[in-house]
């Protein structure tokens, strides 16, 4: 059934929590993209949701124990940034920590390298 758009794409009233679930979103999720576009999403625009939502894009289920970690003290040459941060180790010496997540999502496969 259509309602009432007008950019031609149909809105079915068929996106079951199941659907949601299938898709990576969390119920309350599915409820601010709901509130964020004002009506029920067409299912391309689910997966567009599912997509930037995920662990990979957002970092949904990692971000909270990333804020856990330490960014600043009196080794820390360059705080985080672009995923990577650098790190004085003494003697002239630096490390560079650049975390990329194009592998399988690392809360999934931890022991996975890039």
Request: proline share 7%.
């Amino acid at each position: 059934m259509n309602k009432g758009r007008d950019d031609g794409q149909k809105t079915t009233g068929r996106i079951t929590p199941e659907l949601v679930a299938a898709h990576g979103l969390k119920p309350d999720e599915y409820q601010r993209a709901v509130a964020l576009i004002g009506r029920e999403p067409t299912l391309t625009e689910l997966g567009i949701f599912s997509a930037m939502w995920n662990e990979h894009c957002s970092y949904k289920s990692s971000k909270k124990w990333l804020r856990t970690l330490p960014t600043t003290g009196p080794r820390v040459i360059q705080g985080p940034g672009e995923n990577a941060g650098v790190v004085d180790i003494g003697d002239g010496q630096a490390v560079v920590f650049k975390m990329e997540s194009h592998n399988h999502p690392s809360f999934i496969e931890p022991y996975q390298g890039a």
